[in-house]
């Protein structure tokens, strides 16, 4: 049976479907769901968080990735910037030949 969870993020809540046979673990299916609905891009590098309340700890508390959610829960979504630094790039530094000078200065005083 197909579970219903309350996705919380900034001042607007969507209802979402997660249906039980997926091919993706819950949390993903919810980040893939917030992604279009809130339209954020794949590549737009995001870390997506969601976060249910906890009784014991009486505080929102982040799920894991592989974590199941159950039907009726409200999940605060935290979303962060990813910055990403490239370890490895195919641009190489090259001269530019031709640039011109000072004394090339089409302007003569």
Known sequence: MDKVVLLS???????VK???????????????????HFNYQDNVHL???????????????DLDCDAKVTSMEKLKVIVSPVIKTPTNTSINPSVIEGTPTSNDHPIKK
Not at 19 to 36: H, N, S
Not at 47 to 59: A, I, L, M, S
């Open 9 to 15: 993020y900034l001042d607007q809540n969507k209802e």
């Open 18 to 36: 997660v249906p039980e046979l997926k091919e993706l673990t819950d949390i993903a299916f919810l980040e893939m769901k917030f992604r279009r």
């Open 47 to 61: 870390g997506v968080t969601f976060q249910h309340y906890n009784d014991t700890w009486k505080e929102y508390v």
